[in-house]
Structures are given as structure tokens and as C-alpha cells.
């Protein structure tokens, strides 16, 4: 069994031969490049080379590729600033007033700034090794992160804060959800087996289970059925301890959801027995800072606490950093293959 084969057993909600791990690691990949980040990130044929690399050299099934969290926001009128040696940032929101949420432009995935870059990246790596690896093709941002993004982070709690222009909030959601509906159908036709969301403001430690509910959770939700109703298939991904909130996450009906370190899993695995498979959560800190043997401790813990049944994908609780060492990677990927496999 391959590693595509053994993930999509996995989503299916099957029993593979045992729990597929994922990288989320397009630190890893700029830093194995050696070039600037910034050039790294514009180009396909550098994030697929060394993506592939990385995949050749640890042996994970489940390959995710992104460029950072500003691919979006930039190809919807955001000024990004690319350091040599992190993640891009949106330096200048593109929407000052929010009564202006009118005159935005939608993006063309195929188009604006970074996105043609990124769905290239995934023709390549389907190309190349696209039928023993399952390749998870971001589709950036969510809706709520993405509309914070865009009016600025500070001046979008202030609006949700005020509460007085719902409508033109409501609006903008509507907007971005557009957007990354878009990017996600763009990333499934460039081949990828699923696409992913990480709406990372919209969890507990930003924002309340309310707000969650009113500005995020329907928003998300739309974005899954336009996936699903294209018969694909897409993970959602939310920062921080997302406990208090884990229950409608599988309520989106997305067929992964991504679980951070923070998160109570024993809760999540409750909610998605039987409805979805769970991703995570071994701390990207512990992976870049501790010893191997922590790693696969953690390992170990997450797939004794979710892997009963099935329905895992072992992998990072979030973004891993540049600086990981190899042999922690290796640790996880090992951490799966020792301790992952299912007795019938
Ligand atoms: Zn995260």
C-alpha cells in the first residue's frame, strides 16, 4: 500500500495498513532551497523540487503544499513584504474602510500574484510522484481569516467588536468566501487529491464559540459544499486550542480536520468517530526544539489517543518551522510506521 492509497483509506474512514503521516512543512522546503524565501515561494518549479525532495527524503504519505498564509490577500489587494528567511506578511490591508467592501476585485486563481505559482506547484508534484503520495493543495486562508487579512486584523475585531455594521461584514464574508471557494476548485483542477483551509484567526483563542458561530462556521461551511458538491475533498485547519469549537468543525462536513497541539484530542476524537479523520498533532515546537525521543513520544501519545478505529492522519499540529532537524522528522514519519499499525 502506497502512501495515497493509505491516506484516502484513511478519509474514507477505512482501515489502511497503518496511520499515513503528513508534513506541513514549506519552511523546510524554502530553507533546503537555500534561495530567499521570497524567490522560493514565486516559484513552482523550486517549491516542487524541493518539496519532492523532502518527500524522497522522509518517506511521509501525505504531502501538503502552500506558500504561507498571504497567497490570498495579496491576489485580492494586500501589500505582502517577502523576507529571505520567514513566511511572507501582509504589511498594508487592501480594504480601509469596510463600507468600501463593495469596490473589492475577485481574484483569478489562475492570475494574481501567487496563486498561479502555487497551483503549478501542484501539477508538478502530481506529475512527478503524484500516484504513490497523496498531495494536499492548500487553498490558503479561510473566510474569516481572509477577511480579517484584508481589512487588517486589529480593524476587523473592532468591527466585530461594534457589532454595528453586521450587513457589511456579512458582505466581505460573502466575499471571501467567493475567493476561496475559487482557489479551491483551482486546486483540485490542478490535480491535487484534496484541498485545505486554514481559517487560523477564527478559533477560541481570537474570538468566542458565538462569534465562531455567527462570522466563521457558515462561511467555512460553504466553502466545503462547493468542494464537495465538485466531488472533492478538503481538510480544515484552525490555530490554536480549538476544544471549545472542535464539535462544529466536524460539523462543516469537512472530511479533514486539522488538530493543533492546544486542542483537547480525546474531545475531538469524540466528535469525529465515525464522521471524519483527524490530523495532528505533534507540537511544531517539540519538533524543532526537543529530541527525537520526545518526538516519537508525542507521536505515540496522538495515536493512541485518535488512531483507535482509524480515521488519523498523523502530522504537525501546525506550520513546522524552518529550523526542524531532520532526524525529528524522520522521528515522526518512523513514530507511525512503529507504532501506527493496525492489528485485524
Ligand atoms: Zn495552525
Known sequence: ???????LKTINLEIPDRVPVDLHAFTLAARDSGRPFGEFFHS????????????????????????????????????VVYPDNAPAKVT???LKRLSDVGSLRQCEPEKDATLPALLHTTRLVKQEIGKEVFVMGRADQGPFSLAA?????????????????????????????EAVIRLALAQLEAGADATSIGDSLAGPSLISRDMYLEYAFPYEKRVVEAVQKAGGLIALHICGDTTLIVDKMVETGAQIVEIDERTNLATAK?????????????????????????????AKKTIDTAGDGGGLILGPGCAMAADTPDENVHALVQAAKTYGTYRR
Open 1 to 7: 500500500m502506497n502512501g495515497q492509497e493509505r491516506a
Open 44 to 79: 513552482a518549479e523550486l517549491m516542487a523540487e524541493a518539496q519532492i525532495a523532502l518527500w524522497r527524503r522522509f518517506g511521509h504519505d501525505v504531502i501538503l503544499l502552500e506558500n504561507g498564509t498571504t497567497a490570498t490577500a495579496e491576489a485580492l489587494g494586500c501589500t
Open 92 to 94: 498594508e490591508p487592501s
Open 149 to 177: 487579512m484584508l481589512r487588517g486584523i486589529n480593524n476587523f475585531l473592532m468591527d466585530l467588536a461594534y457589532g454595528t455594521e453586521r450587513e457589511k461584514i456579512h458582505q466581505l464574508l460573502d466575499f471571501t468566501t
Open 270 to 298: 469524540t466528535y469525529a468517530r465515525g464522521k471524519c479523520c483527524l490530523l495532528g498533532q505533534v507540537s511544531p515546537t517539540a519538533l524543532s526544539h526537543e529530541s527525537a525521543a520526545t518526538v516519537t513520544e508525542l
